[in-house]
């Protein structure tokens, strides 16, 4: 149910925008944003911020937001991280020059219908060429429509233990790290120096100079502010990039701490 929530407020607040798509280039591989929602959210949902929080950095009680899923072209493969809700991302597939044949992997941060939405088209398997991984943890964790759309793709579901604290590979150029507590099996993944992080952060302006406010979406909202901090300081100290499923246009940007516990996020051009 919590799910839908996320789902209806950001399709009611979603303005029509010609930015679907954006590309960036790592050392091996091309990113490129799907963008199916660009919006607003409200702030009802958060936990922990405090009215001094949301007066500096939700003005109205609202928020930009998103809702991304990524392609990643290798020299050997097309991988897709995450489906969306599955309405826009076949068009911007098709305005990527992919086809849903083409697609060799698809792998999963978590298993929330805005994620997973774009596994089944009309009901079908929609990506018949890709095999599709995702955490044991969060496959375990599976409701009943999420549970459908998986077991569409027979024996081409591939479970796998994400790293603890440092990266390990998955897939191609893809590596995986666990970050529960959004869901209990959310895992992000690492290509180059970016890190794709699903459902690390939900409202931007909130979380990145706040990271222990939560959402109510989080199975385990504790959990997922360690998850957020432990992540956050990873890509600081390491000198990575970050993209996230509900970060606001183009999706990609750079951190860095801001001294007081927080951190700036800086989106790419
Ligand atoms: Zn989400």
Not at 192 to 221: C, E, N
Request: aromatic fraction near 8%.
């Amino acid at each position: 149910m919590k799910t839908i929530h996320i789902i209806a407020a950001l399709l009611i607040s979603g303005l029509a925008s010609a930015q679907n798509t954006f590309s960036y280039r790592t050392e091996r591989a091309e990113i490129i944003l799907l963008s199916e929602v660009q919006g607003e959210n409200n702030t009802k949902n958060l936990i922990g911020a405090t009215p001094e929080i949301l007066a500096e950095t939700a003005p109205g009680n609202k928020y930009p937001s998103a809702l991304n899923a990524f392609l990643v072209k290798t020299k050997k493969s097309e991988i897709l991280l995450d489906t969306g809700l599955g309405r826009e991302l076949f068009n911007n597939l098709k305005s990527s020059g992919v086809a849903p044949e083409d697609i060799d992997a698809v792998l999963i941060t978590h298993l929330h219908g805005d994620h997973f939405g774009g596994l089944l088209k009309d009901g079908k398997r929609a990506f018949p060429n890709a095999k599709l991984y995702m955490s044991k943890k969060e496959f375990a964790s599976a409701n009943e429509s999420a549970a459908k759309a998986i077991k569409e793709y027979g024996e081409d579901l591939v479970l796998f233990e994400p790293g603890i604290s440092k990266p390990k590979k998955v897939y191609d150029v893809l590596s995986s790290m666990s970050s529960y507590g959004h869901t209990p099996g959310h895992t992000v993944y690492i290509i180059d120096d970016l890190v794709i992080w699903g459902d690390l952060t939900h409202a931007m302006a909130v979380q990145m100079p706040y990271p222990q406010v939560a959402i109510s979406y989080d199975t385990d909202p504790a959990a997922a502010v360690q998850s957020r901090f432990m992540m956050l300081s990873y890509i600081v100290r390491n000198n990575l990039k970050a993209a996230g499923m509900h970060v606001p246009y183009p999706g990609i940007g750079s951190l860095k701490a801001d001294g007081k516990g927080g951190y700036i996020f800086t989106p790419v051009k």
